[in-house]
């Protein structure tokens, strides 16, 4: 007897789902979820415990529960380890903390680069160097205070996506790292003294609700000249502590910064001139020749388009139209952190 079409067809469809059914099966040793919780309820009781037992450069993400509670470690998400969401029972109350500051001295000797002391760039709490990291509901702080540049969140892989989470610190919160990294923030709290969100990364903020701590800088891009777009912020609200009253939107840390904030809230902190040149940088002295900063149709006391420094920009309706999700993060990949 021959075999019909039909029979063929049916053989096709029943290998295919095997296929899709092999390729995919999650690996006992390699669960798709996991639990942290200190009280040992869960299958780890550190951060970091999690993040290890994951299987390297894995194709389906995993997501690690992480319960209340206040987790002291120096969390470390290295590029080998990919697609892993760390989602916090409550923003409030899943913290991660540390106390690591530049100049502190290295309790372990000299580190792999033949420092004794921690610097800006191992001062972190948290460090994600691996791609397609997600965070939700999370509270990730630098608890060492006034003493000069202490990191809460280091920022290096791409596609990076937090979702109402707090970074709180003081000098240098929230480091956004290197150039081909593509980052999103979205209903997110972030707090600091000076130059608190800084680095090199092209970034989005949206809803997101700034704090100023001290008279100071928020923003220091060290954009390169090679991207099209660096710091944008989306609907943002700018407050501060009561006693603070001279803020700036940014000075620039390295001469091709840029900057954005699109129709945000700014409290009466921010100074008339808006942006600060960073004067005194015997290698880039002329920042503000080269920079990219603007403003469009931004509301509230800081608001004041007339009076900040000639260099700064407003952008036209038109220019404004091109900052979408999609032309400022979309990339060769087409990435957009709310479709993907």
């Known amino acids: 007897m021959t075999r019909t079409p039909y029979f063929k067809l049916i053989t096709l469809l029943l290998l295919n789902t095997f296929f899709i059914l092999y390729t995919y099966a999650q690996d006992p040793k390699y669960p798709a979820t996991l639990t942290v919780a200190k009280d040992g309820s869960g299958n780890y009781?550190?951060?970091?415990e999690a993040v290890n037992s994951i299987r390297d450069l894995g194709e389906l993400e995993v997501k690690i529960y992480i319960k209340n509670g206040i987790y002291k470690e120096k969390l470390i998400i290295p590029s080998w380890k990919i697609k892993i969401a760390l989602v916090g029972e409550s923003t409030e109350n899943t913290i991660i903390t540390n106390a690591d500051y530049s100049g502190k001295a290295n309790p372990l000797g000299k580190d792999v680069f033949g420092h004794t002391t921690f610097s800006t760039y191992t001062s972190f709490t948290v460090l994600v160097q691996g791609n397609d990291i997600h965070f939700e509901n999370l509270s990730i702080i630098n608890s060492a205070g006034r003493v000069g540049q202490a990191v809460a969140l280091h920022v290096e892989g791409d596609r990076f996506i937090a979702k109402n989470c707090r970074f709180m610190g003081n000098q240098d919160t929230l480091y956004t790292a290197v150039e081909n990294s593509r980052q999103y923030y979205q209903n997110c709290y972030i707090e600091g003294t000076t130059d608190f969100i800084f680095g090199k990364a092209t970034v989005v903020f949206q809803n997101c609700t700034?704090?100023?701590?001290?008279?100071?800088?928020?923003?220091?891009?060290?954009?390169?000249?090679?991207?099209k777009f660096g710091f944008v912020f989306q609907n943002c609200k700018l407050i501060a502590d009561p006693l603070v009253t001279k803020a700036y939107l940014g000075r620039p840390w390295r001469p091709y910064a840029k900057t954005v904030f699109m129709s945000c809230s700014l409290g009466k902190h921010i100074l008339p001139e808006g942006w600060n040149p960073w004067k005194g940088d015997l290698?880039?002295?002329?920042?503000?020749?080269?920079?990219?900063?603007?403003?469009?149709?931004?509301?509230?006391?800081?608001?004041?388009p007339k009076t900040r420094l000639p260099w700064a920009k407003q952008l036209t309706y038109k220019e404004a139209k091109s900052y979408t999700l999609e032309n400022i993060l979309g990339g060769t990949d087409q990435w957009n952190p709310i479709k993907n």
């Open 210 to 227: 700034i704090k100023s701590l001290s008279d100071s800088y928020i923003t220091a891009a060290s954009t390169s000249a090679q991207q």
């Open 45 to 48: 009781s550190t951060i970091q």
């Open 283 to 304: 290698m880039f002295p002329d920042k503000e020749l080269t920079v990219f900063y603007a403003e469009y149709k931004n509301n509230g006391d800081g608001a004041s």
